[in-house]
T-cell receptor, first 113, second 111 residues
Framework: QQQVKQSPQSLIVQKGGISIINCAYENTAFDYFPWYQQFPGKGPALLIAIRPDVSEKKEGRFTISFNKSAKQFSLHIMDSQPGDSATYFCAASRGGTASKLTFGTGTRLQVTL | NAGVTQTPKFRVLKTGQSMTLLCAQDMNHEYMYWYRQDPGMGLRLIHYSVGEGTTAKGEVPDGYNVSRLKKQNFLLGLESAAPSQTSVYFC??????????FGPGTRLTVL
């Protein structure tokens, strides 16, 4: 039972391009949607997060777009840089559940020169 | 301020052996979590704790036990290791809000 589906599994983008990673969820009780970034050999780290009361959140080159009716959210990385090469995980949680996160399966992003 | 630390970083076990993974956090967080990460499966929650002396099952608890005797420590035990438990294990902590802070991971191989 996969409650958060993530695509694509891998992505290659040229430097300066836009990277887009998509996630879809099933549980309508989810009310918090973070994206985590993980570099090889390291633990995941929070990148950006959104709640369903807004449709978009932007932090620097990173933007989350949220579509509540479609139960989908996506991460956009503008002006992608080689330093952005990492694995990205979307996740979801619902209030009152000890902040337990349900993760997507991850997207391995490679930004080429 | 070390954040979340995990011990050991690497371990190789034989089937049937036992071991304990230690997670420590110095942020005075109430909530702590153990996840396992497998290729193509993301991170899956094994057990979690909402405070000292409490533990609860996550998504994949079978074959694991945990203890939270001190607020800053969360231990994950494997009583009889199986090859299916070969994975990278991550500990995380949270202040009770939404952000979870992850440790560097423990890579476990069970032969």
């Amino acid at each position: 039972q996969q409650q958060v589906k993530q695509s694509p599994q891998s992505l290659i983008v040229q430097k300066g391009g836009i990277s887009i990673i998509n996630c879809a969820y099933e549980n309508t009780a989810f009310d918090y949607f973070p994206w985590y970034q993980q570099f090889p050999g390291k633990g995941p780290a929070l990148l950006i997060a959104i709640r369903p009361d807004v449709s978009e959140k932007k932090e620097g080159r990173f933007t989350i777009s949220f579509n509540k009716s479609a139960k989908q959210f996506s991460l956009h990385i503008m002006d992608s840089q080689p330093g952005d090469s990492a694995t990205y995980f979307c996740a979801a949680s619902r209030g009152g559940t000890a902040s337990k996160l349900t993760f997507g399966t991850g997207t391995r992003l490679q930004v080429t020169l | 301020n070390a954040g979340v630390t995990q011990t050991p970083k690497f371990r190789v076990l034989k089937t049937g052996q036992s071991m304990t993974l230690l997670c420590a956090q110095d942020m005075n967080h109430e909530y702590m979590y153990w996840y396992r990460q497998d290729p193509g499966m993301g991170l899956r929650l094994i057990h979690y704790s909402v405070g000292e002396g409490t533990t609860a099952k996550g998504e994949v608890p079978d074959g694991y036990n945990v203890s939270r005797l001190k607020k800053q420590n969360f231990l994950l035990g494997l009583e009889s290791a199986a090859p299916s438990q070969t994975s990278v294990y991550f500990c995380a902590s949270s202040a009770g809000g939404d952000t979870q802070y992850f440790g560097p991971g423990t890579r476990l191989t069970v032969l």
